[in-house]
């Protein structure tokens, strides 16, 4: 017996692995496991896999397949309350009860339930959850979407004894993020680097976002009581994120990761600083008169003015100012919108730089630190300009 609520959010987590192709039918189901006092739910679609645990009140050990998508239909629209689920061995059939409810899902025998392997032995680190997904937030959004180059529509890892780094890429723009470990964390011994899925640390996000776990002991004082550490397992093909009541495994991207590190200006000649939110908003109404959804957006320094400009034929055009200390000739470049927006949203800071050279070099966003905020962390966003005629 289980509450709705944490039922149903178990059931999102795990139900974007399910497997859509029908060659293998009980892919397309979870493998819940009710023991020890918790019900275990799991999916796999042979890349990736998720498995969550939620309370529960067990009366019985047992285990059984069934279809992912009418359980959690069902169950999303029952009322609040508990939930009894009965496997039923006699007529094959799972019972899911609640409060003038039932249904019964014919399931399959857990042991005809395929599992992507485990992740061998290789090398392991942990880090502050926390620390993990804001580094993902930070630079997931610049991966590429194009299956037709694979290893762009993954997020790099590198991890060594001194520090981790992130960094994603589409050829347009590039995100890098890095941390240097704290006290507490567990570094890896050896370096290690490989590509991980960009859908599968979506899904590492939502599923920290769905899924609650314990509190702490009383007298921990390592922080926010939720802020669990990590524990990363990889080897040559797989990696593994797991925390309490949540793991996910995945598959490794292959192929060679560009070299990001010559993308990346070591110093550009201008250095703006612009307040984060003013210049998000402006970015936003500037966007809005795309007809095609891809808005570019002129940026133009003079007198004291970061200006924003963006006209669409036959609809019109707009224009913002923001003051900021600028005192040089007039400078322009442009972008597109989305590239700026995207990258302001994942900060902050009050501030931040604009670091610009020439109107068609790249340019980049960097994170002002306020005195007394932690400098523990590096990150700097690269985008390519547009050349409009």
């Known amino acids: 017996m289980s509450r709705r609520s944490d039922l149903v959010a178990a059931l999102q987590t795990v139900e974007r692995a399910v497997s859509t192709r029908q060659t293998i039918p009980v892919l397309g189901g979870v493998l819940l496991t009710a023991e020890g006092g918790q019900l275990r739910l799991y999916a796999t679609d042979l890349e990736l896999a998720v498995e969550c645990a939620i309370p529960a009140q067990v009366e019985e050990t047992g285990a059984a397949v069934v279809e992912a998508r009418y359980l959690h239909q069902v169950v999303r629209r029952l009322e609040e309350g508990e939930v009894i689920i009965e496997k039923a061995a006699d007529s094959g059939v799972v019972n899911v009860m609640a409060p003038g409810s039932r249904l019964s899902l014919q399931y399959q025998p857990a042991d005809d339930f395929p599992r992507l392997a485990e992740v061998e032995e290789g090398t392991s680190f942990n880090i502050r959850r926390s620390t993990l997904l804001s580094m993902i937030r930070a630079t997931l959004f610049a991966a590429a979407t194009d299956p037709g180059r694979p290893f ?73 009581e939720e802020d669990h550490e990590v524990k990363v397992e990889a080897d040559r093909k797989e990696i593994s994120f797991t925390w309490p009541n949540y793991r996910l495994t995945t598959r490794l991207i292959e192929g060679q990761f560009p070299n990001y590190r010559p993308v990346i200006p070591a110093q550009q000649r201008l250095s703006i600083v612009v307040p984060r939110d003013p210049f998000l908003a402006a970015l936003e109404r500037t966007a809005v008169l795309s007809r095609t959804g891809t808005a570019f957006t002129t940026l133009t320094l003079e007198n004291g003015i ?45 501030n931040v730089v604009l670091g610009l050279e ?7 966003i960097r994170p002002q630190l306020e005195p007394g905020q932690s400098g523990n962390d590096q990150y700097v966003y690269v985008m390519m300009p547009i050349r409009l005629g």
């Open 358 to 364: 020439a109107s068609l070099s790249p340019g980049t």
């Open 306 to 350: 970061l200006r924003l400009r963006s006209r669409e034929a036959e609809v019109g055009e707009i224009d913002e100012q923001i003051p900021v200390h600028y005192e040089e000739a007039p400078f322009e470049t442009a972008y597109q919108a989305r590239f700026l927006t995207e990258a302001l949203r994942v900060l902050d800071t009050e």
């Open 152 to 224: 762009l529509t993954g997020v790099l890892f590198e991890v060594e004894p001194e520090e981790i780094r992130l960094v994603a890429t589409d050829g347009n723009r590039l995100a890098f993020r890095r941390h240097v470990w704290i006290d507490g964390e567990k570094p890896p011994l050896a370096p290690w680097k490989a590509i991980v899925p960009g859908r599968s640390l979506g899904e590492l996000m939502r599923g920290a976002g769905s899924i609650p776990v314990p509190q702490r002991d009383a007298g921990d004082d390592a922080g926010d």
